[in-house]
């Protein structure tokens, strides 16, 4: 397995920490600055500056890399022990600048810490060879591994989804393949209109917006 600690970053110690013991972090992974350029020069906010750029390892990926890299996926997707924050705004790739989500993933440790990663950090260990921490590996490892059941139950019913869904396509492209040319026509202008149709809000809809009688707006 190959890591790298630069991606990880550390909240402050919070004031509430439960134990006296040891103290209490929020441990963030794949977090980035936004410019690969000088940290000690201007960024856009300070905490910005602290931040790491994520950086391609050279040479391919190991086997058990590309095997985190699903276990994370599947982590994400079917753990109920984490939690997934959606927020407005897309966040762009550092690298290549494709849109790369715009959530963030959360679950609490034993000792009372908080990991958090944002949705689509995996783009980056896929596509761009960043690779992750070895902090967030044994993390997300350990999760997998005490859900396991639920998890491969999981992946069972969307490989199953899946497949339903390609054979109903693949099924729907043949009878759409079959029609002659004036069956075709209409069933185009039925799509057509339904899209339409879907697109339109109703005029009901829109008087709510507007905070007629009934809609979301109105108030006695
Ligand atoms: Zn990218």
Not at 22 to 49: A, H, L, M, N, Q
Request: charge should be positive.
């Amino acid at each position: 397995m190959q890591y790298s600690n630069q991606n990880i970053s550390f909240g402050t110690c919070r004031s509430t920490c439960r134990t006296n013991q040891s103290k209490v972090f929020t441990i963030r992974e794949g977090y980035w600055r936004k410019s690969s350029c000088d940290p000690t020069k201007k960024f856009e906010t300070d905490e910005e500056s602290n931040l790491p750029f994520p950086v391609s390892s050279t040479g391919p990926l190991s086997d058990e890399n590309k095997a985190f890299i699903q276990k994370l996926k599947v982590v994400e997707d079917g753990c109920d022990k984490i939690a997934r924050s959606d927020y407005m705004g897309i966040s762009p790739c550092r690298i290549c600048k494709k849109h790369n989500h715009c959530a963030e993933f959360s679950t609490a440790l034993d000792d009372g810490s908080d990991l958090v990663w944002p949705a689509g950090l995996s783009h980056y260990y896929e596509d761009h060879n960043v690779l992750p921490s070895r902090l967030f590996v044994e993390h997300i490892e350990r999760i997998y591994k005490e859900n396991e059941k639920e998890l491969l139950a999981f992946v069972k019913r969307r490989q199953k989804a899946r497949t339903e869904r390609a054979q109903k396509d693949a099924a729907h492209m043949l009878w759409y393949a079959n029609l002659n040319t004036q069956e075709r026509a209409r069933f185009d202008e039925e799509q057509r209109q339904k899209s339409h149709t879907r697109r339109m809000p109703s005029a009901q809809y829109m008087l709510g917006l507007m905070g007629g009688i009934g809609g979301p707006l109105y108030t006695t």
